[in-house]
C-alpha cells in the first residue's frame, strides 16, 4: 500500500489532482501486480498520468525502479508534455529527430545514468540500433504505448510501425507494458489484447466515452451559403473559444477570412502553414477567452485547454474516431458545451476522394514487388531498401508502402523487419584528446572504419556499406562500433540515409505468374481497405441521421452500451425532437471536359489513370510532387467530382495512348537493370515506357 499512498502524494503534490479517477486507479492496482494493462479513457480523461506518476513512485520492492519508456506517435505531442514535466520538475525528455547531436547526447547520458525517468520516442525510434544498443543497458519497468488503438487493422489509424511494439517489449524483457487510447471499438481492443497479452476481463479498465455536457448537433446544409445561414448565430451564441473543423487546407484559409470579415476573431490553422505561424495561432488560442480557429485534424493533438465551448465540423468528419476524439476536445471542465455537425451531400464525394487517394495502380505494385523479390541479399543475408525513393520511384504514398511490406511479413511470410540502419555516418571528436581513442582502437571494425572513411572540413564521412562490403566485416558491426565510441563520449555523430531492413523468411515469388499473383492479392486489399475507409465516413451519416439518441449511438459504437442513462442524453438534436434527420448523400457531378482537357494538357503521362485523378481531385503523391504538379493552380480543380469518375475519364485517355509513359522518373532505368539481372526467370523486367492497362 505504500507505493498507492506515495503514488497519490506526488498526484497532489506535483500535478495538483486531489485524487485518481476511477480508471486511474484501478490500473494503477494492476500495475503494481505486474500485470499488463489497457486503459481507455476519453479524450482529455488523464490517460498520462496513468504512467507519468509510476515513473515517479515505488514502493518498498522498488516496483518501478528504472525507466519509464512512453511510445507517442506525434513528436509535438511528446514535447508538450516533456514541457509540462519538466516545469513540474519532473526529469523527462524525448529523443526525436529534431535534437541536434549535443541535445540527443544529453538525453542519452541521462537514461544511461538512470538520472531520466520518463523517455518519450516515436515507435519508428524503436527500429534505430543505436537506440536498441542503448535499451540493451537499461531496465524498462514501464512501457506506455499512447494511441495504442495504432496497432490495429481494425482501427481508422491504423500504423505499421505499432505492430513492432510487442516484439520490442518481449525482447527487451520490459517488466510492465501500459496501453492507452481514447477511440477503441470491441474490435480494436481485442487487437491489443492479444498483442500484449492483456487479460480481456481483468486487465481492462476503462471511462465510458459518455459526457453529459456534451450537447451533439446535426444540421444539414444544401451548400456554403446555408452552413454560413446557421453557423454565424450559432458562434455568435459562444460563451468560450470555438474550433471549426474543414477538410481542407483551403478551406480553412478561405472560411477564417470570411469569419474575420464578420467581426469573429478567427485564424486558421493546417499542416501547410510555417512552424512559427501554426505555433503562434496555436498560443493565442490557449490564452484566449473567445477565439476561433478554423482548421484541418492538424490542430487539436495535445491542445488541453478546459473551456472550449463549441466544436464545429463544417464538413463531416472522416471516422467515427475522429469525430470522438475532436468534440472530445470541448468542455473538458465539465460545463455545458456545444458539438455541431454539417451534412452536406456535396462534401461527400470529397472525403470518399480522399478514403480512396491511397490506392496505387496495380502495375507499380508488380514493379515494386519485382525489385523487393530480385534483390540480391546483403553479407549477413538481409535485404535493405530505401522507402524514400521507393515511394517516388513507384508511386505509392509512404503510409502505403509502410503497410506493403507489413503485409509481406505478417500475412504472407516472406520476410520479417530487423532493425534498420543508417547507410551514412559522418563522425568527429567530442572532446579534445577523444580521438587519440578512436584512432587506437585496434578491432578489426575500427581499423576498416579509419581505412575507408572520407575526410572532410570537420567530419569524418563513413558509408557503412561501402565499408562492409570492402572488408569483409558485416555492416551491422561497423554501425555498433561507431555507436559505442558515441556512448563513451569519445565522438559526435550524425546518421544518414536510412536503409528499412528485412530477413527473408520464406520463398519470395521469383516469376512472372508469381509476382503477378501476388501483386493482384495486394492490390485487392488494398481496394477492400478503400472500401473499409469509405464505408466509415456511411458510418458517421448513419449516426447523424439514425433514430437514436446520438451520444447512445456514439458510446455504442465502441462498445458502452449502458454508458447513456436509459439511452437518451436529453439534449441532442434527436432527442430534442424526436424526429430522425432527412438527408438524401446523393449527389453526382460529371468531370468537366474542358477540365479534363487543361489536367491532361499539363501533365503528359498516359500510364497510370489514377495519377492523373490524383492531380484533377487534389491529392498529393509522391510522383506528382517530383513533377511539382501539387503546386500548379489545376491541382484539386475537380475535387467536388467522385473520384472513381474521374479514374474512368483518365483511363480511357490511358487506353487511347497506349499505356505510355513520358517521363518515368528512373523506372526503366530500373526495369532495364532487372532485365540484365534477370534474363531468364520470365520477371518484368521491361521498360515502363510502355506500361500495362493496370
Not at 361 to 386: C, H, I, Q, R, Y
Not at 416 to 433: D, L, M, Q, S, W
Request: proline share 4%; hydrophobic share 40%; net charge neutral.
Amino acid at each position: 500500500m505504500a507505493t498507492i499512498e506515495r503514488a497519490r502524494e506526488i498526484l497532489q503534490d506535483v500535478f495538483q489532482f486531489p485524487d485518481f479517477r476511477a480508471a486511474q486507479r484501478e490500473a494503477r492496482f494492476n500495475l503494481i501486480a505486474d500485470k499488463n494493462t489497457l486503459v481507455l479513457l476519453p479524450t482529455g480523461g488523464g490517460k498520462s498520468l496513468c504512467f507519468q506518476i509510476p515513473a515517479l513512485c515505488y514502493d518498498v520492492r522498488r516496483v518501478f525502479q528504472g525507466l519509464t519508456l512512453v511510445i507517442s506517435p506525434l513528436i509535438s505531442l511528446m514535447k508538450d508534455q516533456v514541457e509540462a514535466l519538466t516545469r513540474r520538475g519532473v526529469k523527462a525528455a524525448s529523443l526525436d529527430s529534431t535534437l541536434n547531436a549535443m541535445d540527443a547526447y544529453a538525453v542519452k547520458a541521462g537514461v544511461l545514468s538512470g538520472d531520466l525517468k520518463i523517455l518519450y520516442v516515436a515507435p519508428e525510434r524503436l527500429n534505430n540500433e543505436s537506440f536498441l544498443h542503448m535499451m540493451r543497458r537499461v531496465q524498462i519497468s514501464l512501457l506506455a504505448v499512447d494511441e495504442s488503438h495504432c496497432i490495429s487493422q481494425w482501427g481508422a489509424s491504423f500504423r505499421p510501425e505499432y505492430l513492432k511494439i510487442a516484439r520490442f517489449a518481449q525482447e527487451m524483457s520490459v517488466e510492465r507494458v501500459l496501453c492507452l487510447t481514447a477511440t477503441a471499438t470491441p474490435e480494436v481492443v481485442k487487437d491489443i489484447c492479444e498483442s500484449f497479452n492483456i487479460d480481456p476481463k481483468e486487465g481492462v479498465f476503462r471511462t465510458p466515452i459518455y459526457r453529459s455536457n456534451l450537447s451533439f448537433q446535426v444540421a444539414t446544409a444544401n451548400d456554403y451559403d446555408e452552413k454560413m445561414a446557421i453557423l454565424v448565430p450559432f458562434l455568435e451564441k459562444r460563451a468560450g473559444p470555438a474550433i471549426v473543423y474543414v477538410t481542407l487546407q483551403k478551406q480553412a484559409e478561405s472560411f477564417s477570412q470570411d469569419l474575420k470579415k464578420l467581426g469573429f476573431p478567427a485564424e486558421m490553422y493546417h499542416a501547410g502553414m510555417p512552424a512559427e505561424a501554426r505555433m503562434r495561432v496555436q498560443n493565442e488560442f490557449m490564452a484566449s477567452d473567445d477565439k476561433i480557429v478554423v482548421a484541418t485534424i492538424a490542430f487539436g493533438m495535445g491542445i488541453d485547454k478546459a473551456n472550449i465551448r463549441q466544436v464545429i465540423h463544417l464538413f463531416l468528419p472522416k471516422t467515427l474516431e475522429n469525430f470522438s476524439q475532436e468534440v472530445g476536445r470541448a468542455g473538458r471542465d465539465g460545463l455545458p458545451s456545444d458539438c455541431l455537425m454539417f451534412l452536406t451531400a456535396e462534401d461527400i464525394p470529397i472525403l470518399e476522394g480522399f478514403a480512396r487517394g491511397d490506392t496505387c495502380s496495380l502495375t507499380s505494385l508488380e514493379l515494386w514487388l519485382e525489385e523487393v523479390a530480385t534483390k540480391k541479399p546483403a553479407m549477413d543475408g538481409s535485404l535493405s531498401f530505401n522507402h524514400y525513393e521507393q515511394s517516388k520511384l513507384y508511386d505509392i504514398r509512404g503510409n502505403m508502402l509502410g503497410l506493403l511490406y507489413a503485409q509481406l511479413e505478417l500475412d504472407f511470410n516472406y520476410i520479417r523487419a530487423v532493425t534498420p540502419f543508417y547507410a551514412n555516418y559522418e563522425i568527429k571528436e567530442k572532446h579534445v584528446g577523444n580521438w587519440d581513442h578512436v584512432l587506437a582502437d585496434s578491432s578489426d571494425e575500427a581499423s576498416a572504419i579509419r581505412r575507408y572513411w572520407k575526410k572532410g572540413i570537420m567530419w569524418f564521412k563513413i558509408d557503412a556499406e561501402d565499408t562492409s562490403m570492402a572488408s569483409g566485416i558485416e555492416r551491422e558491426l561497423i554501425a555498433k562500433k561507431i555507436s559505442q565510441w558515441e556512448l563513451e563520449d569519445l565522438i559526435v555523430t550524425k546518421a544518414t540515409q536510412v536503409r528499412h531492413r528485412y530477413i527473408v523468411t520464406g520463398k519470395l515469388p521469383q516469376t512472372h505468374e508469381e509476382i503477378g499473383k501476388v501483386a493482384k492479392q495486394l492490390h485487392e486489399r488494398m481496394v477492400k481497405k478503400e472500401e473499409e475507409a469509405v464505408g466509415k465516413i456511411q458510418q458517421v451519416i448513419t449516426l447523424a441521421t439514425g433514430e437514436k439518441c446520438f451520444a447512445h449511438a456514439l458510446a455504442e459504437y465502441f462498445g458502452d452500451m449502458d454508458a447513456v442513462p436509459d439511452g437518451v442524453c436529453k439534449i441532442c438534436t434527436y432527442c430534442k425532437t424526436g424526429v430522425a434527420i432527412a438527408f438524401d448523400p446523393a449527389f453526382q457531378t460529371e468531370p468537366d471536359p474542358a477540365l479534363l482537357k487543361s489536367v491532361l494538357g499539363i501533365c503528359g503521362e498516359r500510364d497510370d489513370a489514377r495519377l492523373l485523378a490524383r492531380l484533377a481531385f487534389g491529392i498529393a503523391s509522391p510522383r506528382l510532387t517530383e513533377m511539382k504538379l501539387t503546386k500548379h493552380n489545376l491541382f484539386g480543380c475537380m475535387v467536388n467530382v467522385d473520384f472513381n469518375v474521374l479514374v474512368e475519364a483518365f483511363q480511357k485517355e490511358c487506353e487511347a495512348a497506349g499505356f505510355t509513359a513520358v517521363n518515368p522518373i528512373g523506372r526503366n532505368k530500373i526495369a532495364s537493370s532487372q532485365t540484365k539481372k534477370r534474363p531468364s526467370t520470365g520477371s518484368y523486367g521491361r521498360s515502363t515506357s510502355k506500361r500495362s492497362k493496370y
